[in-house]
């Protein structure tokens, strides 16, 4: 169980080079989000003692400033130090473990960037379906991946990896098809009525312009279980070649790639997330999240909002007005 809701300190990471004297150069994240290089200011000295100053609290950090990094912002692709192996990523999960008592939290280090995304995934994920990463029990095992690096002669090599894998105990699909609010009171009446009439049969009282529309919707759905056109309040179709599906994409990486789409939207924070569950459940209905072509219609519509952002949050803020009045 991680001990956070920010997944930068469940996941502490930083690039660091180091020499024989200790760390030279090392990197923090910002209040701005971004990633600077910093270093240690130099030692002052006492002119009249002859010796160094002494300094309250630690060694001074500053931001790297030289012919390399001008403006102290930390760019691996532009590091010198990083180009020669001298400095590389270093993370460790700072977790504790369930009925193991102690007030320190176990550390397990890496260094393996691709363990870095899969964690930052799946924290996302599960932040984005419960609004919070503490109370959360994950576990972590070993899984076989292949991953493509570059070599030394600038080709692409492809071999098979062991990564640590962070994995949650949470049932997603329930999460994210809106299966913990509360049934809407219309329903409810109806069926305590349906219990009571002698032939058990019941009319829906809501409204009976939209039913025809919703019935039709789904009959769509349940007759093209492949489909990946995306329908909208506006009737607008979007579909295109650059949107299809990739056939060789598991559901996994459809809901890791729908995680990184939500947060460049910024629908990840958790004041939105409920309104996105809303929406997405009575777009697609429940259980959207374990059906491909729900998935894939979802992938679709958040990339197209990448263009235009303000009609996806109009239909979101639709979605929330219409889920109060059922």
Not at 270 to 297: C, L, M, S
């Amino acid at each position: 169980m991680f001990a956070f809701d920010d997944w930068l300190r469940n996941v502490p990471n930083q690039m660091a080079a180091y020499t024989t004297t200790g760390r030279q150069y090392f990197s923090e994240y910002d209040r701005d989000g971004k990633r600077y290089c910093k270093t240690y200011a130099p030692v002052e000295r006492n002119a009249r003692a002859q010796r160094a100053r002494r300094s309250f609290g630690g060694r001074l950090v500053v931001h790297r400033q030289d012919d390399d990094i001008p403006d102290g912002v930390c760019d691996p692709h532009v590091c010198p130090q990083y180009q020669d192996r001298k400095c590389n990523l270093t993370a460790n999960f700072v977790f504790a473990v369930p009925d193991v008592k102690g007030l320190g939290l176990i550390e397990l280090p890496t260094n393996s960037i691709y363990v870095l995304q899969k964690a930052y995934s799946a924290m996302q994920t599960v932040a984005l379906a419960r609004g919070r990463l503490t109370g959360t029990r994950f576990w972590l095992s070993k899984k076989e991946f292949d991953i493509t690096r570059i070599d030394d002669s600038g080709q692409a090599v492809r071999q098979k990896q062991m990564l640590t894998v962070l994995d949650a105990d949470i049932d997603l699909g329930a999460l994210l098809d809106g299966a913990d609010e509360a049934q809407p009171a219309l329903d409810a009446a109806s069926r305590a009525v349906a219990l009571l009439e002698s032939d058990g049969t019941v009319q829906s009282i809501g409204d009976p312009l939209h039913q025809p529309e919703q019935r039709q919707s789904e009959d769509e759905r349940a007759g093209d279980g492949s489909s990946s056109v995306v329908h909208n309040e506006d009737n607008r179709v979007g579909s295109s070649d650059d949107d299809l599906p990739d056939p060789n994409e598991t559901l996994e990486d459809k809901r890791h790639r729908m995680s990184d789409l939500l947060h460049r939207l910024g629908l990840s924070q958790p004041e939105r997330q409920n309104g996105f569950r809303k929406y997405a459940h009575q777009t697609y209905g429940r259980g959207w999240i374990e059906r491909i072509a729900d998935v894939d219609a979802m992938n679709a519509r958040l990339k197209t909002a990448l263009d235009d952002p303000a009609a996806l949050d109009v239909e979101i803020q639709d979605a929330i007005a219409q889920a109060a009045y059922v």
